[in-house]
């Protein structure tokens, strides 16, 4: 099941030019394993504890991106760790995260999370407040952070007129920040697109898109 899950994504993402993590949060290690055994290298985890236990679990060479929200209290403990931070959702914490690489000897690879779906829930700059960040060319004062692009989600909604809307917005916002600073190396990351919607989120130009429940079944919190 999982296996095939992962090599129908792998052959349905051929030729996008876009990368499938799977998303493993709440899945035992053994899930993960077969996933592996398919191909898979990139896993997606929301959680400080539970990466920290299935990293030792797992190949060296798997890539581990943290998607859920960070408490800046768990940023040491992931340095190192991690292939790419998706859930940088504020200044104070990818200030930490500059703080604690510099203090660890590492570079982390970040994404900073949009806020574009009209839910007060979900966390992340808005597309203003990260235009004028760009602007203010904040990012040079970063000693060990590489910012690689934006991360999103789309309104949790059936309404696929609207969830594409979203994604084109974080699409553009991601392009408006790229002509505002024509300099960034290595911002070419546009993370959208889950189980429900990846394809939305291809068609609007999503170079990475995060798949748990279609691969792994359904969470059990
Ligand atoms: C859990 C999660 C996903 C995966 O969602 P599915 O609907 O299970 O594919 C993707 N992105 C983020 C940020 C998540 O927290």
């Given amino acids: 099941m999982i296996a095939e899950e992962i090599r129908l994504l792998h052959k349905e993402l051929e030729g996008t030019g876009a990368q499938l993590v799977a998303v493993s949060k709440f899945h035992p290690v053994e899930a993960l394993r077969e996933a592996y055994d398919a191909g898979q290298r990139i896993f997606g985890e929301s959680r400080a504890q539970e990466l920290l236990q299935k990293i030792p679990a797992m190949p060296e060479d798997v890539k581990w991106h943290f998607i859920g929200h960070l408490q800046t209290n768990k940023v040491r403990s992931l340095m190192g760790r991690t292939a790419l ?12 995260i500059d703080r604690e690489s510099e203090r660890a000897g590492v570079v982390t690879r970040v994404l900073m ?20 960040y760009f602007s203010r060319r904040s990012f040079e004062q970063l000693r060990a952070t590489h910012i690689c692009g934006v991360m999103g989600m789309a309104s949790n909604t059936d309404d696929r007129a609207r969830v594409s809307d979203d994604f084109r917005r974080i699409r553009a916002t991601f392009d408006r920040i790229r002509e505002i600073c024509p ?4 911002f070419d990351t546009v993370s959208m697109g889950m189980s429900g919607d990846w394809k939305l989120a291809l068609e609007q130009g999503s170079t990475l898109v995060r798949i748990g429940t279609r691969i792994f079944g359904a969470r059990q919190y």
């Avoid at 931070?85 to 930490?96: G, P």
């Avoid at 300099?183 to 290595?186: N, Y």
Wanted: charged residues 35%; glycine residues 6%.
């Fill in 113 to 132: 999370q949009l806020h574009v779906a009209r839910e007060e829930t979900k966390t992340g700059f808005a597309p203003e407040e990260l235009l004028d």
């Fill in 85 to 96: 931070i998706e859930s940088v959702d504020s200044e104070h914490l990818l200030n930490m």
């Fill in 183 to 186: 300099d960034l190396r290595g």
